[in-house]
């Protein structure tokens, strides 16, 4: 299937080829954020950072998840805060340490969108399964804008292995780093990387 036809498709075929994801603890830990979204704590999650690409690419080593996810503001206050979450997983026995919680063995990192990008990449993920429970997953394209703009260098092998594994949908990436004004730093990234410049 070439990357002109249906993405979807193509994205639910890629994520059948990540039976890593089961062997590792992940369902456990899915079935813990799962439950905190019925009971109210979050409203939609996607999973991103290193675990996300490994939806689309072969497993690299990652050490914690990061979980998109959209809040409530507490009433009375302009402000997000990430208090609800932690007060119902202490409450479970799920240690802290730094910014992570420990869930059921993987640290998780919960992130609130920072911005329109973050917002987009939230809100267009996609529903996909680990061990037959549903989750949601950020598309290739936002993961690698949002790479982009965090721009170390681990970010940019990240997206170097996006480009590689041609799983990139062009079209779709060049709206959203248009749209995010990010289009000036992926040329940057370009000459840096495949043309051989400093």
Same mark, same amino acid.
């Given at each position: 299937?070439?990357?002109?036809?249906?993405?979807?498709?193509?994205?639910?075929?890629? #994520?059948?080829?990540?039976?890593?994801?089961?062997?590792?603890?992940?369902?456990?830990? @899915?079935?813990? +954020?799962?439950?905190?979204?019925?009971? %109210?704590?979050? %409203?939609?999650?996607?999973?991103?950072?290193? *675990? %996300?690409?490994? #939806?689309?690419?072969?497993?690299?080593?990652? &050490?914690?998840?990061? +979980? $998109? *996810?959209?809040?409530?503001?507490?009433?009375?206050?302009?402000? !997000?805060?990430?208090?609800?979450?932690?007060?119902?997983?202490?409450?479970?026995?799920?240690?802290?340490?730094?910014?992570? +919680?420990?869930?059921?063995?993987?640290?998780?990192? #919960?992130?609130?969108?920072?911005? /329109?990008?973050?917002?987009?990449? @939230?809100?267009?993920?996609?529903?996909?399964?680990?061990?037959? @429970?549903?989750?949601?997953?950020?598309?290739?394209?936002?993961?690698?804008? &949002? /790479?982009?703009?965090?721009?170390?260098?681990?970010?940019?092998?990240?997206?170097?292995? #996006? *480009?590689?594994?041609?799983? @990139?949908?062009?079209?779709? &990436?060049?709206? +959203?780093?248009?749209?995010?004004?990010? !289009?000036?730093?992926?040329?940057?990234?370009?000459?840096? $990387?495949?043309?051989?410049?400093?």
């Amino acid at each position: 299937m070439g990357r002109g036809e249906d993405d979807s498709a193509l994205r639910r075929d890629g #994520f059948e080829i990540c039976p890593w994801l089961s062997g590792i603890g992940m369902k456990a830990t @899915l079935e813990v +954020i799962n439950r905190m979204q019925a009971d %109210g704590v979050i %409203g939609k999650y996607a999973i991103g950072g290193a *675990v %996300g690409a490994t #939806f689309y690419l072969e497993a690299s080593a990652t &050490l914690d998840i990061d +979980i $998109f *996810v959209s809040l409530k503001n507490p009433p009375g206050s302009p402000l !997000l805060t990430l208090a609800p979450i932690y007060d119902y997983l202490t409450s479970r026995g799920y240690k802290t340490e730094k910014e992570y +919680i420990d869930i059921e063995g993987w640290p998780v990192q #919960f992130l609130p969108p920072s911005g /329109a990008l973050d917002e987009e990449a @939230l809100a267009q993920a996609i529903e996909t399964e680990v061990q037959e @429970l549903p989750t949601r997953v950020i598309t290739a394209e936002h993961l690698v804008a &949002l /790479a982009l703009r965090t721009a170390r260098a681990k970010d940019f092998a990240r997206i170097l292995q #996006f *480009v590689e594994a041609g799983v @990139l949908n062009a079209d779709r &990436l060049d709206q +959203i780093l248009k749209r995010h004004g990010l !289009l000036e730093k992926w040329e940057q990234f370009g000459v840096k $990387f495949f043309r051989g410049n400093p």
